[in-house]
């Protein structure tokens, strides 16, 4: 029988022996050693089933097929677009994956995407040597005008993004900002101002405290005390129909405590 | 990499709204912490913020300057390391980092802060000389009034070391401190678009068009200035921009 040596979300630090004997299986951030699971980074251990991983705490993000990330554009080629994903490799977007419409033969490549810009992509595949392929067809990929752009831990993303999206669904509806999150840890927030603020704030309490548990229940406490009243109605319009009754007691709660504070 | 775009920034300013979620005219948090190091004869340590800047003040003997045989005399250096900012570079100093030292060198030198007859020791021969250093740990936007403010708590909290004879003792400090007037306390105003703003992001100072730091004694009096940026500014900016700064350095002298 196995025995495992850490619990779950124990830091390691590569070499620590995780797991004695062979029924566990080594994945992400560990390798086997003899009958031994060790970290081969510092991080948190995660055992998923029969799984072992190790979540790094910090470092540059490592490219993956099937990731949706942010990036700009650095380098206008002769077929495609040179795109920085912020990670230690450059990615490539060749003509056919860039845009649905035709592009003719030498066309001005810069009228599509330019140095500078951001477009949000996919990446279709990585090389053994790290040459990435990414590809704007799908859902959602698009050049990105307007907006700001935050700078967050690769770690933190999958706490950012929440259960299915949770996490992030929660701040749109309460900000009504249009947010991207790229796994590479770039995020791309677009509202009006105010909003905007709100959003990073929250987006970088998120990353703060991503290792602390019942966090959508911190976060939403803190939208619901961040967001003004008054923003809030009109999006939460739709659902004051269905529950007018415990919405107008919220309404009628938090008004007041508004005052106190001015 | 590069974060929002200009526009988007003055948008937001015209709603009063920076990222952080400040105000055009609201500072980040100051913490300023005194005498925290014991081989400098006076030191400081201020954080705006995430910006953190170490100041420290060194004394010596030398001879004074043929043009003011009775004076002693200040030098400021300031070195921006890549362990603040990726962007710094190792090697000679920037024009960024000579800009940091002139200014706050000009704050303290022109406001007569330190009165230099005093550091004098013998006419003609000897003269004390205070040199003042300048550390950013972390840039995160505002050397500028970090620094300053850093070098001023310094050089207020420094203390003469014992002179023996030729020698100077460093490891036994007298209880004197040096010859104080004034208190120039240092602020920058930023103009971005048509607004202004103070205690800039790392992002703000990206994006900025013009930048006035203003040095003000404690009866207002202005004794320094100097001017950055590419835009040139109006008569009407200059005056809005020194009455922001007036404002914000009374804020900022409760730190000191």
Not at chain 1, 55 to 80: C, E, F, H, N, Q
Not at chain 1, 158 to 175: E, N, V
Not at chain 2, 14 to 24: A, C
Not at chain 2, 105 to 112: C, F, N
Request: with cysteine.
């Amino acid at each position: 029988m196995s025995k495992l040596l850490v619990k779950e979300r124990d830091v390691v630090v590569p070499g620590e022996d995780i797991v004695e004997g062979m029924d566990y299986l080594p994945s992400k951030g560990t390798y086997r050693e003899g009958d031994k699971i060790v970290a081969s980074q510092l991080g948190l251990v995660r055992i998923d089933g029969k799984v072992i991983k190790v979540i790094p705490l910090s470092g540059k993000y490592a490219p993956k097929r099937g990731d949706t990330v942010i990036g700009k554009v650095i380098d206008v080629l002769m077929s495609g677009w040179r795109i920085d994903i912020d990670s230690a490799y450059s990615a490539m977007l060749g003509l056919k994956e860039a845009t649905s419409s035709f592009i003719a033969r030498g066309a001005d490549l810069t009228k599509y995407y330019d140095i500078g810009e951001y477009i949000a992509v996919n990446i279709t595949n990585v090389t053994s040597q790290k040459l990435i392929d990414v590809s704007m067809r799908g859902p959602g990929l698009r050049k990105l005008e307007g907006g700001c752009f935050i700078e967050v831990n690769t770690s933190k993303v999958p706490r950012i993004i929440g259960k299915q999206g949770s996490m992030i669904s929660m701040i749109k509806q309460a900000t009504d900002c249009r947010v991207i999150v790229g796994q590479n840890g770039i995020v791309w927030i677009s509202g009006t101002p105010e909003m905007e603020a709100i959003a990073i704030d929250v987006i970088k309490k998120i990353a703060k405290e991503a290792h602390i548990p019942g966090l959508t229940d911190t976060i939403q406490t803190y939208l619901d005390k961040k967001v003004p009243k008054k923003k809030i109605v009109e999006p939460k319009a739709e659902e004051q129909e269905k529950k007018p009754e415990v919405k107008d007691t919220e309404e009628k709660k938090e008004t007041p405590s508004k005052e106190e504070k001015k | 990499m590069e974060q929002e775009n200009k526009d988007h920034l003055v948008k937001a300013l015209d709603v009063d709204v920076r990222f952080d979620g400040r105000k055009k005219l609201q500072y980040r948090d100051i913490t300023v912490e005194s005498g925290v190091y014991k081989n400098a004869e006076g030191s400081a340590k201020v954080t705006i913020g995430g910006t953190e800047v170490l100041a420290g003040v060194k004394m010596e003997v030398r001879e004074p300057y043929p043009d003011s045989p009775d004076e002693g005399t200040i030098m400021v250096g300031a070195e921006l390391i890549p362990l603040s900012n990726p962007e710094f570079e190792l090697g000679r100093p920037s024009i960024q980092a000579i800009e940091l030292a002139r200014v706050v060198d000009r704050g303290i030198r022109e406001s007569g802060m330190i009165d230099f007859k005093k550091l004098c020791i013998k006419e003609g021969e000897k003269v004390w000389v205070v040199s003042i250093d300048i550390i950013p740990m972390n840039d995160e936007g505002n050397l500028f009034d970090a620094s300053a403010l850093a070098a001023l708590v310094a050089v207020k909290n420094a203390v003469f070391p014992k002179l023996d004879g030729d020698k100077i003792d460093y490891s036994e400090k007298t209880k004197n401190k040096l010859p104080l007037n004034k208190e120039p306390i240092s602020v920058t105003v930023l103009k971005i678009g048509k607004h202004f703003i103070v205690d800039p992001t790392i992002t703000e100072e990206a994006k900025i068009d013009a930048r006035l730091m203003v040095s003000f004694g404690e009866d207002e009096t202005i004794h320094a200035m100097q001017k950055g940026g590419e835009t040139p500014l109006t008569a009407d900016d200059l005056k809005e921009m020194v009455k922001i700064a007036k404002t914000k350095s009374k804020e900022l002298r409760k730190f000191v």
